[in-house]
Nanobody, 123 residues
Framework: QVQLVESGGGLVQAGGSLRLSCAAS????????MGWFRQAPGKEREFVAV????????YHADSVKGRFTISRDNAKNTVYLQMNSLKPEDTAVYYC????????????????WGQGTQVTVSS
């Protein structure tokens, strides 16, 4: 069982930055691929980024490539999402996801999900 708790969301002006964190419970954090998703009001949940268990493999959605960076610290059981050059269209609830299978994270069918953290970008 893995429990995920996101933090770091908030209100920021367009062009600003935020760093989201997702803290995971358990002693086998490095076995899990971790991902970030987001869901804006009235829209479907959208894949943002994924990182493999070792941290060597990452993949970002085209919509955030070059602006967002996923990373992890296995010693702290935490995955991060550094968000730069934020745009109003980045406004959404951001969710952390975990699964032992990298592809399962990418397609959005992870076993474990956090409760989400709100990110609001004002124009």
């Amino acid at each position: 069982q893995v429990q995920l708790v996101e933090s770091g969301g908030g209100l920021v002006q367009a062009g600003g930055s935020l760093r989201l964190s997702c803290a995971a419970s358990g002693r086998t954090f490095s076995r899990y691929a971790m991902g970030w998703f987001r869901q804006a009001p009235g829209k479907e949940r959208e894949f943002v980024a994924v990182i493999g268990g070792s941290g060597r493999s990452t993949y970002h959605a085209d919509s955030v490539k070059g602006r967002f960076t996923i990373s992890r610290d296995n010693a702290k059981n935490t995955v991060y999402l550094q968000m730069n050059s934020l745009k109003p269209e980045d406004t959404a609830v951001y969710y952390c996801a975990a699964d032992e299978n990298y592809r399962t994270v990418v397609i959005g069918t992870s076993d474990y999900w956090g409760q989400g953290t709100q990110v609001t970008v004002s124009s």
